[in-house]
């Protein structure tokens, strides 16, 4: 008997660090992103040249059949019972990629959605997208192409606050910005057997953490004290955390510039991110509530 699972995520919710932890369990083999074996997902070491080469795939691999993902991780780890995904998906993608899914199947895969506190993801895309512009000619073009997507309200912008839109800088966080809408969709669509899970608990909290393998893992096997401790001690496994700083999302809003935080204020109100975070318990500063929907 195996357990099947799909995370589903917009990227920047310690999605790696999920991954590496899943994979200390001696019976969960996971995968991350588009990686087509989790043989990278190691406390030991980084990815190397030949395994990014031999593991890595293009954006294609979303459109494989989930049977397909998971038929590829059995092969990989028979002695495995758990086997899943994080962050292959986020939740639209994954309903693209369920049609034709039979009913009997889907009912064996658990799908958890990670979220996390929509202003501190944006400052980590924005400089996730940054640091990759510097040295990605297609990271370049996508930032462009974000801006054409929204050009009135690039160029209401611009002209309102003076803004460079040939800086990357300007053009990263801009674009993680935008990234709320994807969230909104995200946010109506239903989750197939399962539930949200919020980043920042998780990763801090081992009882939270135990009780989502538990959930992911069905009951097919044992999240043992000694395995929780193990994740928890890990040099890796608060990297996300001790490695930026510990602001809270007021203490960031606070700290953008007047443009950043009427951008944010812009577009959030034309979304239900605000409301639909509130209702899980997240919280923001004033200014956000006092823009309203």
Not at 122 to 129: K, Y
Not at 187 to 201: A, C, D, F, H
């Amino acid at each position: 008997m195996s357990a099947l699972f799909i995370v589903t995520t917009n990227g920047q919710t310690a999605s790696k660090w999920l991954a590496r932890s899943l994979n200390l369990h001696p019976e969960i083999c996971c995968s991350h992103g588009t990686l087509r074996l989790p043989t990278c997902f190691t406390y030991s070491r980084e990815y190397t040249a030949e395994e990014i080469k031999s593991a890595f795939m293009d954006e294609k691999r979303r459109a494989l059949s989930l049977e397909k993902i998971f038929d590829e991780l059995i092969g990989y780890s028979p002695q495995s019972k758990v086997f899943g995904n994080v962050h292959m998906f986020n939740l639209r993608h994954l309903h693209e990629n369920l049609n034709g899914i039979s009913s009997d199947y889907l009912k064996e895969i658990v799908v958890m959605d990670l979220v996390r506190h929509p202003i501190s993801l944006i400052r980590s895309s924005a400089a996730n997208m940054l640091d990759q512009s510097n040295n990605n000619s297609e990271r370049k073009k996508y930032l462009v192409d974000v801006m054409k997507l929204n050009k009135d309200l690039y160029a209401e912008f611009s002209e309102k606050f003076d803004l460079d839109l040939t800086n990357y800088a300007v053009l990263a966080f801009m674009a993680g910005v935008m990234t709320l809408y994807s969230l909104d969709i995200n946010l109506k669509l239903e989750i197939p057997r399962g539930e949200r899970v919020q980043m920042e608990r998780l990763t801090t909290n081992p009882e939270d953490y135990k009780a989502f393998v538990k959930r992911i893992a069905q009951n097919v096997v044992g999240v043992s004290n000694e395995y929780i401790k193990e994740v928890f001690t890990q040099q890796r496994t608060n990297i996300h955390v001790v490695g930026e700083r510990s602001d809270t999302p007021e203490d960031i809003f606070n700290g953008w510039e007047k443009w950043q935080q009427a951008l944010f204020l812009r577009v959030i109100s034309r979304t239900s991110v605000l409301s639909q975070y509130q209702n899980m318990g997240y919280s923001f500063p004033d200014a956000c509530n006092e823009a309203g929907p």
